[in-house]
């Protein structure tokens, strides 16, 4: 496995990039991070990070799963307050590939306040399997099955197939394109370090 960046700013408790060097986490729990994207889509965009190193939400045990899910609840209940309603969206791996759609291969679900629905689009490209609870992500992932999972503003869940090639940051191209702005899906190409630091401004004594 290649060197995570994720795992080296979560030892250092330090983000390097683009001139930058700060502690940009904005909450820690016993298991996860959340941090201001890098190359965010739009105001209060937000990962959540495994301080341990798993591929994907569909790796972890029922007890993180738990204390993942009590997370995401609050986010979504913090966002909704200072940005809107929030979709949330992962690409979860189930083998360590270099390149995958993914990027970094190390667990990190988004939190981006956005009403748009890419569930159409989602079913064009990809098989849809039927999913309740975060839980039904370990299926594929136990049957080592690469997945798309997407959520809704108001709280759908969706889970994909995605066992062939995905495009390297698939969901960002979808949903930048959406928002009219489609030639900046790439966070390496636009990392946007102003925005990054709006959003951290904004949350850091929010969450």
């Not at 099955?145 to 062939?164: G, I, Q, S, V």
């Not at 930048?176 to 925005?195: C, F, I, V, Y």
């Given at each position: 496995m290649d060197e995570c960046t994720f795992c080296e700013e979560i030892k250092t408790e330090q983000f390097h990039g683009e001139g930058l060097d700060m502690n940009r986490t904005l909450l820690s729990t016993d298991h996860f991070l959340v941090v201001p994207a890098l190359g965010p889509l739009g105001p209060g965009h937000l990962l959540i990070l495994s301080k341990e190193h798993y591929l994907a939400v569909g790796q972890l045990s029922d007890p993180l799963l738990s204390e993942f899910e009590g997370l995401q609840i609050y986010l979504r209940r913090t966002l909704e307050r200072h940005y809107g309603a929030p979709v949330f969206f992962e690409h979860g791996p189930a083998l360590y590939r270099k390149g995958a759609g993914c990027c970094i291969e190390h667990l990190h679900m988004a939190a981006f306040p956005s009403s748009i629905d890419l569930t159409n689009q989602l079913r064009l490209d990809f098989a849809e399997q039927p999913i309740q609870t975060l839980r039904d992500l370990k299926k594929p992932f136990?049957?080592?099955?690469?997945?798309?999972?997407?959520?809704?503003?108001?709280?759908?869940?969706?889970?994909?197939?995605?066992?062939?090639?995905?495009?390297?940051?698939?969901?960002?191209?979808?949903?930048?394109?959406?928002?009219?702005?489609?030639?900046?899906?790439?966070?390496?190409?636009?990392?946007?370090?102003?925005?990054m630091m709006r959003t951290f401004q904004m949350l850091k004594k929010r969450l």
């Open positions: 136990e049957a080592r099955t690469p997945y798309l999972y997407f959520e809704t503003a108001n709280e759908k869940r969706h889970l994909f197939l995605a066992p062939d090639y995905v495009p390297s940051q698939y969901f960002r191209r979808l949903i930048a394109s959406a928002h009219g702005e489609a030639d900046h899906w790439n966070w390496r190409d636009h990392p946007d370090l102003e925005e």
